[in-house]
């Protein structure tokens, strides 16, 4: 009886393991900051694994152009980051980034940073 009851509850956390998605834990710069320079890159930590095949950040300026560089992974597989571009100067920026939970799930978002 033990046994099966064992077994039960080790089914029933299967799921909840193996199913989760992730949730952005936090990002540098931090959403709606004010920079007096500009940061050398964007970073992002997620709450859970993802794919870094399919997971990516990328930054614009006010008129759309990409300022930032190829998506690189710590040696986490739950924080991802971007390179800016050298000599970005004051404006709005905006990061758009996508991830891929390691059951599928894709997620995208986006916020806004300013340089003074």
């Known amino acids: ?13 299967i799921p909840s393991i193996v199913f989760a998605h992730v949730y952005l834990l936090e990002c540098s710069p931090e959403q709606n900051a004010v920079l007096d320079k500009a940061p050398e890159k ?37 924080v991802i980051e971007s390179a800016l571009d050298d000599g970005i100067g004051p404006g ?13 799930h894709m997620q995208t978002g986006e916020y806004k940073f300013t340089i003074k």
């Open 42 to 78: 964007v970073t992002i930590a997620f709450v859970g694994s993802v794919e870094t095949a399919f997971s990516k950040i990328e930054v614009f300026n006010a008129d759309g152009t990409k300022v930032s560089k190829k998506t690189s992974y710590s040696d986490s597989d739950t």
């Open 1 to 13: 009886m033990r046994r099966t009851l064992c077994i039960i509850i080790f089914l029933l956390a």
């Open 92 to 104: 709005e920026y905006t990061v758009k980034w996508k991830c891929m939970s390691l059951d599928g």
